[in-house]
Structures are given as structure tokens and as C-alpha cells.
């Protein structure tokens, strides 16, 4: 009998970050995309590098720039220019913003998605446009091309690594090496990870395990429905790739890395905020890169004839040919850049690979059948076992919070892409009986994403609690969140039967409440509905403290969500036990968070404020909503009843304040 036919690709989660006009581009146009922030410096040359690589249109989001930049793309006639001032982290380091545009301008177009900081660089480049490169693709039957990521430095300290904006990134930073990056089995396609370089070994010094940002991309891919990046565009949803491969070249280390980097560490929005501390810390003005193993780049011959790119002979002909149609002078010049590779064999050092390896390794690890075998619908049976992977995914997925008509749920990018068809089914159960249920993604629908939110993954299901309640009702009583694979549970017959019987099916719930409010109440109300106490104590230098307890067990182990202007800012679990607020029943707990609020002063809002819900119990603590106006310590005034922003040493000696 013949194989059933693959189910059809699960679509990526939806967004509505941008209003989108219509825009006009060629059929065989490619498409670049970008997001960036504070970035005059390196914008003059990077449209310049670009348009003459054959881009006719780019799509560039404005993050909230400060410096000129929005201004500079303004003025760009061929730069599609949007904006938004919504975290970056939030957005999974932009690339849901990127998402949403090359689903909609991109679809079964070639998308190149880089950074400013980013040259594309590919075997042959200096005679051939990207335009004619992905003529070559579609004609090799691909829908991608993998790169290594490649920092590019001076042979000088930081400090004295002056650019000037429109000067050529290499003539600044034309310095590379090669023997330091890594090449390790990834567990997301490509299949491929590379570590290493200056920034890797940086991170090794510093003897924590860490081996340093991932030193790899693809980001040049044709878009089509169902596809999508994992972790920026360093690992993707299951395509094939091309035998051909390239590099980026990253342009970070120029003078004002040192200032960016202290930027960013205390800004706190990046996907990997430890990075930019490191950064901070580690890559000060004196820092020079230069040493024994580094490389000048001249050309793309350089990175073919090193191993760094792998240059197919089946491309070098297409070039050739490309070439040649260009008169004889012209192909003589792309004889002499794009000789025949060699690949070396003594590259593959026991329990060593670098980048000299990937002539060698890449026609292994590039294999399209293992692609079409990811791709076929069932990719959660036949990646790993179907038990762990529910297990895995009942540990990862998380309630953070739960309203009148629905929740925020934070789901892992491995979840939500990796597997083309999860399977799994989001339940809750009230007081023991099923009374409400949806599948991941909603049976069917798109994942909706929480655009506001500052932690990245989080999106929004919808879910009309205040039905569930009765006339009159006010609480929901025992409610219990469960994640099951859906072939583990009865097609019906769900609400006639006790949680009991369900219970080996559906493990440990994500989430216990033993009392959530419905509808509009006062805080006092809120908080004696669902018998409960907590307060928001003070904020001392941006680290806000707080406490909550259960009236009736005696012990709290909900977490606290937190919310600035009504965007989730992220989770804290109370872990230090707190006694004197009553019986010793009665004793709470303390939680504490660190509050991202150099990301919201910087947008120069005023009347914010901040709330604290603990998690499902739609209830906010005492003493909120907290203005924020512009400060980073508050305390609170017992006889006044407000909030006092204030500097530290102004709060010694005041009457009225509360420690």
C-alpha cells in the first residue's frame, strides 16, 4: 500500500507588529530584511555593499533608534522603512519582526536577512551578484545557503580602531583566523554548529563552559509557507541547503564596541544578556584581536582555497558560464578567483574539527534526504522518542499568567518549530472535571504571539474563564492546567469522566490554582476572593522586592508575574520565607526581580506603571499599580499611602517610610 501523504507544514505562530502597504518588487528580485538600533555608523556602507551585491529593495526595522538612523533610511529610496519601540528580546531577537515581513512580502522569494554588521561573502562574489547566485540555487533545486560567521578585526586595540561611517567595514577590520573556530554536531538543522573565533575564545578563557554565540547562519533562504528561523538565523525549520556555502563576515569589533557593549548590558535587551556583561567586562578599549593565526582577507579565494567555503565544481562551471557571457576578459578574471578546490584531508584532526574540515564534511552533514525525512509531518515520532519528547515538553512549557478571557503561555522555539506537528493538547481541569481544552497550536490555528511581552516565546490562548463561572460566581475553585499527547487521550467523553481516571495520561500539571477571580473587583477584593495576601515592599535600585502568602495552607510556591504599562516583563518564583506578618501559619514569602527599566526610560514614556499578579490567580498584590517616573529606588509612604521616588541616601531619616 502506498505511504499516507505527509500532513501539510504546521504554520509558524501569527503576529501583528507592522502595518504592511503594499509594495511593488520584481519577480526574481531578492529581498533583504533587517533590524537594527543605533546604527548611523555602519548604514552608509552597508546599503552601498548591498546595492552593489544586486539588492534592489530592502526591508529594515527600526527599533527605536536614538542616533539618526531612522532619518538616514528615510531619506533611502529603495529602503522599505518600519518601526517599532517593542523589545528586542521579546521578539526573539527580532526574528518574529522578520517573520511577520517575509510572510508577507517574501513568500516563494529569495530572503537575505543580516544584521548593519553583516557582509554576505560567497565563493566568486566579487564577479557575481547575489541575484545570479540564487539563479544558480534554483537551478541546483535548493532553498538555502548555509554560512560561517566570521568576526572580522584590526591589528590594533579597540580603542584605536577608528571608523568613519561610509568607509569600507575592510578597510577597517580586514583581519580574520580560522584554526580557532570549532565545528560540533547541532541538534537543529543544519545539523551544524560552529564555535569559536575571537569572541569564543574569550568566553573560554573565562572558564565557565561557555563556548561563546554560535558562529553560524543561514540566512539567505527562499520563503515559503510553514518555513521558519530557530534562534535568529542561526538553525531554521527542515530545507534543503545548498552543496555551495558561504560565509558572514561580522564587522563588531570597531571603536564603539566598548561603549555598545556596556550599552547593551545595562539596557537588558538582548536574547543573551550575559554575552553583552561579558563583553563589557572582558573587551575593554586595550583589547586587540591580532595575534600568530590571523588571516588578511584580499577576496573570496582566500576563504575557498582555506576551506572556509566550499565551492561545488558544479557551481565553479556555472560561474565560468556566467562569466564568459560577459566577454573573455571577464571570464580570464573569474578563472584566476575561483580555482578548482582542493580539499584537505589532514584538515580532520581526532576529536578536532575546524573550519579547514568543511570541504570534507559538509557534503555529509548537507544530505537532502535526511531533510525530506525531518519534513515529512511526524518529525516528533521519528526525532526522538514520543515519551520524552512529551516529557520534555511538559518540563519546558509554562502557564505565566491567566485572565478573565484567556493565558500567556511560554513555549521553547524547539518546541514550537523544530517538531513540524507537536501533537499535544493544552487541558484544564476545575475541580476535577475537564472544562476547557485546545491544541498546540490551537487545534489547527496559528500560535498567537504576545507582541508586547519582554520575555521571548510567550504567546496568548485564549480562554473564556468568566463562563466557566456560574450566576453570580465570583471564584473559580481547584483548577489544574495539564499537558497531554494527544494520542493518549479519549477522542470524547472528557467531561463525563473524574481527573482521576485521565491521570496516567496527563503526568504532573503545569499549574495548580486553588482559587482564581473572575471579573472586576478592588485589590482588597481581589485578594480576600482568592484568600490570599502580598505586598510590593520597595524597589532599590532597580531590583523590586515583595512578599505573598496563602491564608489558608500556610505556604506559597506560585510564581509572581510582573507587568510595566501592561507588558509582561517576566516571572519570579518567592523562595525566602518571610515571618512577623501574622500567625506562624501565616508566614509568606519573599520574591525579588530585576526590573528592566533602562529599556522603558529610554523611550522617554511617562505615567508608566508597574503591577505584580501572582500567577493564576488574576489578582494584583497590594500597593499596585506603582508609578514609574523615572527613577530606579522607591519606597513606600505609610502615612501618605504613595510611592516616593528617590535617591537612596534621600530615604535615611524620612518619616513615614517603610523598610
Known amino acids: 500500500m502506498p505511504d499516507d501523504p505527509p500532513e501539510p507544514r504546521k504554520l509558524p505562530p501569527q503576529s501583528a507588529y507592522f502595518e504592511k502597504p503594499a509594495i511593488e518588487t520584481g519577480a526574481d528580485e531578492v529581498l533583504l530584511f533587517c533590524t537594527l538600533k543605533n546604527e548611523a555608523m555602519r548604514l552608509p556602507y552597508f546599503l552601498d555593499h548591498y546595492r552593489a551585491m544586486g539588492i534592489r529593495h530592502f526591508f529594515v526595522i527600526d527599533n527605536a533608534s536614538t542616533d539618526g538612523s531612522g532619518e538616514i533610511l528615510a531619506r533611502q529610496p529603495d529602503v522599505h522603512l518600519f518601526h517599532t519601540d517593542l523589545s528586542y528580546k521579546g521578539s526573539s531577537a527580532g526574528r518574529l519582526w522578520?517573520?511577520?515581513?517575509?510572510?508577507?512580502?517574501?513568500?516563494?522569494?529569495?530572503?537575505?536577512?543580516?544584521?548593519?554588521?553583516?557582509?554576505?561573502?560567497?565563493?566568486?562574489?566579487?564577479?557575481?551578484?547575489?541575484?545570479?547566485?540564487?539563479?544558480?540555487?534554483?537551478?541546483?533545486?535548493?532553498?538555502?545557503?548555509?554560512?560561517?560567521?566570521?568576526?572580522?578585526?584590526?591589528?590594533?586595540?579597540?580603542?584605536?580602531t577608528i571608523y568613519e561611517p561610509g568607509a569600507p567595514f575592510l578597510d577597517v577590520c580586514p583581519f580574520y583566523e580560522t584554526e580557532s573556530y570549532l565545528l560540533k554536531p547541532g541538534a537543529n538543522p543544519p545539523f551544524l554548529s560552529v564555535f569559536g573565533g575571537p569572541r569564543g575564545k574569550s568566553f573560554l578563557a573565562?572558564?565557565?563552559?561557555?563556548?561563546?554565540?554560535?558562529?553560524?547562519?543561514?540566512?539567505?533562504?527562499?520563503?515559503?509557507?510553514?518555513?521558519?528561523?530557530?534562534?535568529s538565523t542561526h538553525s531554521h525549520s527542515h530545507v534543503p541547503l545548498s552543496a555551495v556555502t558561504g560565509a558572514l563576515l561580522h564587522f563588531k569589533f570597531f571603536d564603539f564596541f566598548t561603549d555598545l557593549a556596556a550599552y547593551e548590558a545595562q539596557r537588558g535587551d538582548r536574547r543573551q544578556p550575559k554575552d553583552y556583561a561579558h563583553y563589557a567586562i572582558t573587551m575593554t578599549e586595550d583589547v586587540c584581536f591580532f595575534g600568530p593565526d590571523s588571516r588578511r582577507y584580499r577576496s573570496s579565494a582566500d576563504l575557498v582555497e582555506q576551506g572556509v567555503t566550499v565551492a561545488p565544481s558544479d557551481f565553479r562551471d556555472f560561474c565560468l558560464s556566467a562569466a564568459r557571457e560577459q566577454g573573455p576578459a571577464r571570464e580570464r578574471d573569474m578563472r584566476r578567483l575561483l580555482k578548482p578546490q582542493q580539499i584537505d584531508h589532514g584538515a580532520a584532526e581526532v576529536g578536532r574539527l575546524t573550519l579547514r574540515a568543511m570541504p570534507m564534511i559538509w557534503p555529509f552533514v548537507n544530505n537532502h534526504a535526511q531533510a525530506e525525512y525531518f519534513s515529512d509531518g511526524i518529525v516528533a515520532r521519528k526525532f526522538t522518542s514520543r515519551r520524552r519528547f512529551v516529557d520534555r515538553a511538559r518540563e519546558v512549557v509554562r502557564i505565566m499568567d491567566t485572565d478573565d478571557t484567556g493565558m500567556l503561555v511560554h513555549i521553547p522555539e524547539a518546541m514550537v518549530y523544530r517538531n513540524a506537528h507537536p501533537r499535544l493538547t493544552l487541558l484544564c481541569f476545575r475541580e476535577g472535571r475537564l472544562a476547557w481544552k485546545t491544541g498546540l497550536p490551537d487545534d489547527g490555528a496559528r500560535l498567537r504571539v504576545a507582541e508586547g511581552s519582554l520575555e521571548s516565546s510567550t504567546y496568548r490562548i485564549d480562554c473564556d474563564f468568566a463562563a466557566m463561572a456560574g450566576p453570580g460566581d465570583t471564584v473559580l475553585r481547584d483548577l489544574a492546567f495539564y499537558l497531554a499527547a494527544d494520542e493518549a487521550m479519549p477522542e470524547d467523553g472528557y467531561a463525563d469522566r473524574p481527573l482521576r481516571v485521565?491521570?496516567?495520561?496527563?503526568?504532573?500539571?503545569?499549574?495548580?490554582?486553588?482559587?482564581?477571580?473572575?471579573?472586576?473587583?478592588?485589590?482588597?477584593?481581589?485578594?480576600?476572593?482568592?484568600?490570599?495576601?502580598?505586598?510590593?515592599?520597595?524597589?532599590?535600585?532597580?531590583i523590586l522586592t515583595g512578599w505573598v502568602r496563602d491564608l489558608d495552607a500556610g505556604t506559597w510556591t506560585a510564581p509572581v508575574a510582573i507587568y510595566i504599562d501592561g507588558r509582561f516583563v517576566g516571572t519570579t518564583r518567592p523562595s525566602i520565607p518571610r515571618d512577623n506578618l501574622g500567625p506562624p501559619d501565616e508566614d509568606g514569602m519573599v520574591f525579588q526581580i530585576k526590573l528592566p527599566l533602562p529599556y522603558f526610560y529610554e523611550q522617554g514614556?511617562?505615567?508608566?506603571?508597574?503591577?505584580?499578579?501572582?500567577?493564576?490567580?488574576?489578582?494584583?498584590?497590594r500597593r499596585t499599580p506603582l508609578p514609574l517616573t523615572g527613577g530606579t529606588t522607591f519606597r513606600w509612604h505609610a502615612e501618605d499611602k504613595r510611592w516616593l521616588d528617590m535617591p537612596m541616601e534621600e530615604l535615611v531619616g524620612e518619616v513615614g517610610i517603610e523598610e
Not at 547575489?130 to 580603542?159: A, H, N, W
Not at 561557555?210 to 520563503?223: A, Y
Not at 514614556?605 to 498584590?621: D, F, Q
Open 605 to 621: 514614556r511617562s505615567g508608566m506603571t508597574l503591577t505584580a499578579r501572582p500567577v493564576g490567580r488574576n489578582v494584583e498584590l
Open 502 to 542: 485521565h491521570e496516567h495520561a496527563l503526568g504532573a500539571p503545569l499549574l495548580r490554582v486553588p482559587r482564581m477571580a473572575v471579573g472586576a473587583s478592588t485589590v482588597p477584593e481581589g485578594l480576600q476572593r482568592v484568600r490570599m495576601d502580598g505586598v510590593v515592599e520597595r524597589v532599590n535600585e532597580t
Open 206 to 231: 573565562g572558564k565557565g563552559g561557555n563556548m561563546g554565540p554560535m558562529m553560524k547562519k543561514v540566512p539567505l533562504v527562499k520563503w515559503e509557507q510553514g518555513f521558519s528561523y530557530i534562534f
Open 98 to 160: 522578520m517573520q511577520e515581513l517575509c510572510e508577507h512580502y517574501g513568500m516563494n522569494r529569495w530572503c537575505l536577512t543580516v544584521d548593519v554588521d553583516e557582509l554576505l561573502v560567497f565563493p566568486g562574489c566579487e564577479l557575481l551578484t547575489i541575484p545570479q547566485l540564487t539563479t544558480y540555487l534554483d537551478v541546483e533545486g535548493v532553498k538555502g545557503l548555509f554560512t560561517v560567521f566570521l568576526d572580522m578585526y584590526s591589528d590594533r586595540p579597540l580603542s584605536e
